[in-house]
């Protein structure tokens, strides 16, 4: 039946005024506003079409034709408000019901990252296998947590939720605590991590700019052979802003991944590990900061993440990359 519709109306739109004034406005109308607003616009847009085709008409009049035309094209406006207020519907629902979920899991992760912890400091483990397994399920909890963090901040920064709180901060301390962060999974691959500056302090948001190399210094981990290295260079950008570099010493990434690498769910193809979201999350809390985020990658001789974040009071910076500043 809904076939016989489409087919019995289809010759009766034009595609451009179809588009423009008719389908765009209940397809919007009924995503934001649900069912009942998208009734009411698709029941005026099928009255404004058929205004206007009995002011064509003229003294002609009105022909059952053109009445059977507003009766289809009612029939297919209500169904598309059907179809994009279900779908709007169900993708809220699983949103609340992914944020619910990965919510719940931060606790737990969190209180085994605390209880493994306890037991390293306290000094129960003696012997060098338990050390390396307690020191195995530190590293992976930790990269759990930063999965379930990214999940809620990508949705976050997404919707603008995300509150920016700059401050000037010391950079060599900044890198030092991300280091950190990354210190035991550094070392279960024999992986150097070292730092360079040219500036010593610039005005960021602290916690953001430390999940972003926290998250790139984890995606360099991710592809680094053993014993390779993973160097961060930090440089002035603009006036005042400051431009950082991460590089690694992997096989870099295919020449058409580099364009979407920061998209959602995007991977590289044949890697292991992750969901795409924590280069999405250093992306989209970069333009948070008035920044912008890209990456330089050679086949088989590694890539380098370049991001560079404007001060407060100079946005322009964010357009002026600096890509010398990581050899």
Same mark, same amino acid.
């Given at each position: ?20 004034? =008719? ?8 995503? =934001? ?132 709180? =700059? ?161």
């Amino acid at each position: 039946m809904a076939l016989a519709i489409l087919i019995g109306v289809a010759g009766f739109f034009m595609p451009a005024d179809l588009l423009i004034f =008719y389908l765009a406005p209940i397809f919007v109308a009924s995503w =934001y506003g649900g069912w009942r607003v998208g009734s009411v616009i698709s029941i005026y847009c099928a009255l404004a079409w058929f205004l206007k085709e009995a002011v064509i008409a003229g003294i002609n009049g009105v022909d059952a034709v053109e009445i059977w035309a507003l009766v289809a094209r009612l029939a297919v406006f209500l169904l598309i408000t059907r179809i994009a207020s279900m779908l709007h519907h169900r993708s809220r629902l699983q949103t609340e019901l992914t944020h619910f979920i990965v919510h719940d899991l931060r606790s737990p992760i969190a209180s085994a990252i605390t209880g493994l912890h306890t037991l390293e400091q306290m000094g129960s483990v003696t012997d060098a296998s338990s050390k390396e397994m307690v020191s195995l399920a530190l590293v992976s909890n930790q990269r759990a947590l930063d999965l379930v963090n990214s999940i809620l901040d990508v949705s976050k920064l997404e919707s603008g939720k995300m509150e920016v709180h =700059y401050d000037e901060v010391d950079l060599a301390h900044l890198v030092d605590q991300c280091f950190a962060h990354v210190a035991l999974w550094a070392k279960t691959q024999s992986v150097r991590l070292a730092h360079s500056e040219t500036i010593a302090r610039a005005t960021v948001d602290p916690a953001l700019t430390t999940r972003i190399l926290s998250n790139l210094l984890s995606n360099a981990l991710k592809f680094s052979p053993d014993e390779g290295l993973i160097s961060v260079s930090i440089a002035r950008a603009g006036r005042d802003g400051v431009h950082f570099a991460v590089q690694d010493q992997g096989p870099g990434i295919p020449p058409e991944h580099v364009d979407t690498i920061f998209e959602p769910f995007n991977q590289v193809k044949g890697t292991k590990g992750g969901t795409g979201l924590g280069l999405t999350f250093c992306r989209l809390a970069v333009q948070a900061q008035g920044g912008k985020i890209w990456v330089e990658s050679v086949s088989g001789k590694g890539t380098t993440m370049h991001f560079v974040i404007p001060h407060p009071q100079d946005p322009a910076a964010a357009s002026k990359p600096v890509p010398e500043a990581a050899s």
